[in-house]
T-cell receptor, first 113, second 115 residues
């Protein structure tokens, strides 16, 4: 999985709870991304960050929040405002935003009980 | 609207056979196109990247083609193996007028190779 780790692999959440998904990379990449994958749909961008202390909303940012305090780390918080959070979440990184290959982590499967 | 469409949605073949997966896109302006392989429950892994000027690129038993005029790409798998069972995702990158790059993901083709 190319130097990107995500934890946990499986996560269960009760309705109304916030949860944080971890993403760490040791590839010295500047850009990092969070995607959501649902059955029968392409990956959808939640948030991305081009440099430390900067991040931008993707196509489906509502109900999610991120931080980028360190180059290596880009945690994603799924808040209680996200109405349908059950999904497979993928973190990725690339040398710079856009042109370069994205390396993906192994993913976290979040299930809301 | 920028879109990437893949076909077929799913495919079943016998081990040792060849197959071809299709990717059509309406993304503009085009920057590059990648094919990823995603095993079930895992993150995607890059197979090939193609830029505007490249027609064919191979990676072992995987060969990707690109026709920038018709905005079509294909991924050909030769002598399939059981380990080829996975989803194959086509991703097209384009650059917005703001200078920001965007990735458009296809929904993937789910390939099952049977012994």
């Amino acid at each position: 999985d190319g130097g990107i780790t995500q934890s946990p692999k499986y996560l269960f959440r009760k309705e109304g709870q916030n949860v944080t998904l971890s993403c760490e990379q040791n590839l010295n990449h500047d850009a990092m991304y969070w995607y959501r994958q649902d059955p029968g749909q392409g990956l959808r961008l939640i948030y991305y960050s081009q440099i430390v202390n900067d991040f931008q909303k993707g196509d489906i940012a509502e109900g999610y929040s991120v931080s980028r305090e360190k180059k290596e780390s880009f945690p994603l918080t799924v808040t209680s405002a996200q109405k349908n959070p059950t999904a497979f979440y993928l973190c990725a990184s690339s040398m710079v935003q856009g042109y370069n290959e994205q390396f993906f982590g192994p993913g976290t499967r979040l299930t809301v009980l | 609207k920028n879109q990437v469409e893949q076909s077929p949605q799913s495919l079943i073949i016998l081990e040792g056979k060849n197959c071809t997966l299709q990717c059509n896109y309406t993304v503009s302006p085009f920057s590059n196109l990648r094919w990823y392989k995603q095993d079930t429950g895992r993150g995607p892994v890059s197979l090939t990247i193609m830029t505007f000027s490249e027609n064919t690129k191979s990676n072992g038993r995987y060969t990707a083609t690109l026709d920038a005029d018709t905005k079509q790409s294909s991924l050909h798998i030769t002598a399939s193996q059981l380990s080829d069972s996975a989803s194959y995702i086509c991703v097209v990158t384009f650059r917005e007028t703001s200078g920001t790059y965007k990735y458009i993901f296809g929904t993937g083709t789910r390939l099952k190779v049977l012994a």
